[in-house]
């Protein structure tokens, strides 16, 4: 071992052996992190002023963008519409004509 590692191996040594004690350490900072926690009133007042400041950072759509995509929306919601209305027509016949070659219609 050089004299370099002794030395170091020494002082670790030493810190380990005239260190405080930390039980008594973080039972104290538990008590003082109750002391200084903010009451719930303080606590929503600061949700609301984040939530303000992230709301500022939004970039809003312009009004022509929003007609935009409304009516994309809704173009979409009839095409889709239609579909279904097509195919539920189908599927009864369908079941129609089973049921009548059954002879059960």
């Known amino acids: 071992m050089s004299e370099n590692e002794k030395i170091e191996k020494a002082t ?4 380990l052996t005239t260190a405080p004690s930390k039980p008594a350490k973080a039972q104290k900072d538990k008590k003082d992190d109750k ?4 009451g719930i009133f303080q ?3 600061r949700w609301f002023r984040e939530m303000k400041s992230e709301l500022k950072k939004v970039v809003w ?4 963008q929003t007609v935009n995509n409304t009516v994309t929306v809704i ?3 009839i095409v889709v519409g239609a579909c279904i209305w097509i195919f539920d027509g189908l599927a009864g016949a369908i079941v ?3 049921l009548a ?5």
């Open 12 to 15: 670790t040594d030493e810190e």
């Open 61 to 64: 759509p312009s009004g022509k």
């Open 43 to 45: 606590r929503i007042g």
């Open 75 to 77: 173009v979409c919601v």
């Open 96 to 98: 129609r004509a089973l």
């Open 101 to 105: 070659l059954a002879g059960k219609a």
């Open 35 to 38: 002391k200084s926690k903010p």
